[in-house]
């Protein structure tokens, strides 16, 4: 019994020893997919390795939890460092007082030359609210070996290509492009670039926000290029029953060629497909419109509350280096946003990386930059279009009242 | 110290022990003291819940920050709003068809109601789809109906009939979620009419049998009137089942394809937790909330009215 006791003691000693003395910090992060959790993990290993004083905390999230928690816990009980997404999304924050300004960092660490592509991004009224630790490229990711049996020799630069492409797939029995929109957002991808293509990245950024109607001319003519995708049997067939993972075994069957998606679904193909996966950027449609990329960028952020900010600032000077910047974009398959890293050597990650590096303007992506109710409403819109192509005038009418609700009329 | 002084001043009060204010409330004060713990938890954790989110309807409110008291206009915009509407009637939908429960139940129950070998196993058998959690009947069901890969469609295919995807069109898919919803709802209506018939006075069915009764009529005139309290739960039950259909609708639809699948509950969901409009959100709830009175107010008055007459 006396043993017992001293035991417990001496435990409850450590337990306070090691609470007190450690320097803790705290990560709540939305990581979760497989390869994400990986670059995360290895990441903090080796802060806590450069540091060893420090010890991390990682508490990990589902991608949708993660959204409903960090409206709670930013405010009652604030970890030292959160993961989160550049852009609108993080400005959502930043208005509300809650996000740290690191501007000091970016200062330090000369990150505005180490970083220029994504100042942007991670920046409200001229200060800096987080730093990237990798962003994306968006494309065409296709099977070569169904192309070739369609005779299709090269990849499509041109709406009038593009259009031929499916053509051949379609008569060569195979659907050109695979899409799942339960999840909404694989539908956002293809009006983001069908708008950037058509309308240029200007008035992309003034529709995002709010100050463009979406019953717009310019509007309408990105839905009839969409149209005549849809008109001409691109997309596979109830794609609303299918969400983005679901609508891969398409794919992976031979029974659809594209998808245009982001690079998280590298991972996600089966070893001897992903062998015949090949990947090209979204073709022009207007030769005197730029060429605009989406790039959505994630990063890491400090919370107003904080208690360890300190040890914070020091894991995002950590992240922002060259060296862990090129580890954590290569297991990712993305790109590190710092300029001395390098890209992962996959045909994937470089087509990607010479796209956004030829890009004219980046934006982030639909349902980032853009009020996330009005994101909903748009993105339901969408998905009705793709399956009832001819009601676009009343889907256009009721994102307008959506629109019109959140900005006021125009 | 003065007071402690003053004590022997009260000695005869307590002289008169039997007339306190205590002794002669007993019966009012003592049951308020029981139930106290429990009425204290309930208004903190569900009445004043209710109340808050009532109060939260009445602004605008993005889970954080600032409120901004908008009087009435969440409810202004909820009645010219076509999801709201649509929501509204897939409820209705939900609720007449899910009344299949009941029935099916007790058809099941009567069916499994004999003394056979292993018939104990067949009957864990028919409970078991009320055991498995909500989200993963919604799962295997969505697979189910896949229209690609999906169990029905392979069946289906040899015969060169092309299975409708269920899940993908808006006239099809609040029906494709109520039939999963019916399966574990059944299963639970058995169990409760299970329990009722093993109740019935076995007397009376035999009084009955020599009077001449037997099928439809022994079991509409005597074993239906006996399982009256099995019938009433079951209705409660599926009933209310009903109108808080939300997690079928998250895992098969999420609400969609484009709302037409969406019920009240998942679109104050929806509101709350991916458009950051609680204010909006709190008025759907507020809504459904009054809906849902109606049954438990008719449920309570049920009550009310048994245990008069069993007094």
């Not at chain 1, 891969?248 to 069957?253: D, R, V």
Request: hydrophobic content about 50%; aromatic content about 14%.
């Amino acid at each position: 019994m006396k043993y017992f006791r001293t035991t417990v003691c001496a435990l409850a000693l450590a337990a306070v020893a090691t609470t007190a003395n450690a320097r803790d910090l705290v990560m709540n992060a939305n990581t979760s997919d497989p390869a994400q959790k990986q670059a995360m993990e290895d990441l903090i290993a080796d802060f806590e390795a450069a540091y060893p004083d420090i010890d991390v905390k990682f508490n990990l999230y589902d991608h949708e939890a993660f959204k409903v928690a960090m409206r709670n816990f930013l405010v009652s009980d604030a970890p030292d460092l959160i993961t989160w997404n550049a852009g609108n999304r993080m400005k959502v924050f930043v208005d509300l007082g809650l996000l740290e300004d690191v501007s000091d960092v970016w200062e330090a660490e000369g990150l505005y030359e180490k970083m220029p592509a994504v100042v942007g991004a991670s920046s409200v009224d001229g200060k800096q609210y987080g730093v990237p630790y990798a962003y994306y490229a968006w494309g065409f990711y296709y099977r070569q070996d169904l192309f070739d049996q369609a005779g299709i020799t090269e990849t499509p630069t041109t709406w009038e290509e593009f259009l031929d492409v499916g053509a051949k797939l379609n008569a060569a029995g195979i659907t050109p492009v695979t899409i799942g929109t339960k999840n909404l957002w694989p539908a956002a991808g293809w009006f983001d670039f069908l708008n950037l293509r058509v309308n240029g990245v200007d008035f992309h950024a003034e529709l995002m926000d709010g100050k463009v109607k979406y019953t717009d001319e310019r509007v309408k003519n990105v839905f009839a290029k969409w149209a005549e995708l849809v008109e001409a049997d691109f997309f596979v067939e109830n794609h609303p029953a299918y969400s983005f993972q679901e609508a891969l075994p398409f794919m992976n069957q031979g029974d659809a060629a594209m998808y245009l998606l982001a690079p998280f679904i590298v991972s996600m193909f089966p070893e001897d497909v992903r062998a015949k996966v090949e990947w090209f950027p979204f073709p022009i449609i207007d030769e005197a419109v730029g060429i605009y990329e989406d790039a959505p960028t994630d990063s890491f952020h400090i919370p107003v509350n904080a208690k360890n900010k300190d040890d914070a600032r020091l894991f995002l000077a950590f992240a922002a280096q060259a060296d862990n910047q090129t580890k954590t974009a290569g297991t990712l398959d993305m790109l590190p946003p710092n300029v001395n890293a390098s890209v992962k050597d996959d045909r994937f990650a470089k087509g990607g990386f010479a796209q956004l590096s030829k890009a004219d303007g980046i934006m982030q992506f639909y349902d980032r930059d853009t009020d996330p109710a009005l994101a909903k409403v748009g993105m339901q819109g969408f998905q009705e279009f793709l399956q009832n192509p001819d009601r676009i005038d009343q889907i256009l009418e009721r994102i307008e009242a959506e629109r019109a609700r959140i900005y006021g009329p125009l | 110290m003065a007071e402690t002084q003053t004590m022997p001043a009260a000695r005869p009060v307590s002289t008169r022990r039997n007339t306190t204010f205590f002794s002669r409330n007993k019966l009012v004060i003592m049951p308020l003291v029981f139930i106290a713990p429990a009425l204290a938890m309930f208004s903190l954790f569900v009445i004043w819940p209710i109340l808050q989110s009532i109060s939260l309807s009445f602004t605008e409110w993005q889970g954080i920050g600032p409120k901004k008291w908008v009087g009435l206009s969440n409810y202004r915009y909820l009645f010219s709003d076509p999801v709201f509407w649509t929501s509204l009637v897939n409820n209705i939908y939900w609720l007449v068809l899910f009344l299949l429960a009941p029935v099916f139940g007790l058809l099941v129950a009567l069916f499994l109601n004999q003394t056979v070998f292993g018939i104990r196993l067949v009957k864990s058998l028919f409970f078991f789809p009320f055991v498995v959690s909500q989200i993963v009947v919604g799962l295997v069901f969505a697979w189910f109906y896949d229209p690609a890969f999906g169990l029905l469609a392979t069946i289906l295919e040899p015969f060169g009939i092309e299975f409708p995807p269920i899940l993908a069109d808006e006239d099809w898919a609040t029906f494709g979620i109520i039939v999963a919803g019916l399966w574990p709802q059944t299963a639970y209506c058995m169990i409760l009419y299970l329990t009722g018939l093993n109740s019935v006075n076995p007397e009376m069915i035999e009084a009955a049998r020599l009077d001449g009764a037997k099928g439809w009529r022994l079991l509409v005139k005597i074993v239906l009137p006996q399982l009256r309290a099995a019938t009433f739960i079951a209705l409660v039950v599926t009933v209310i089942g009903a109108l808080r259909s939300f997690d079928l609708v998250a895992v098969m639809t999420e609400g969609g394809p484009y709302n037409s699948s969406n019920v009240l509950a998942y679109y104050m969901y929806d509101n709350a937790i991916f458009r950051y409009r609680m204010g909006y959100a709190s008025a759907i709830a507020t809504v459904l909330f009054m809906i849902m009175n109606v049954y438990i107010i008719w449920f309570l008055l049920r009550l009310w009215k048994n245990e008069k007459g069993a007094r």
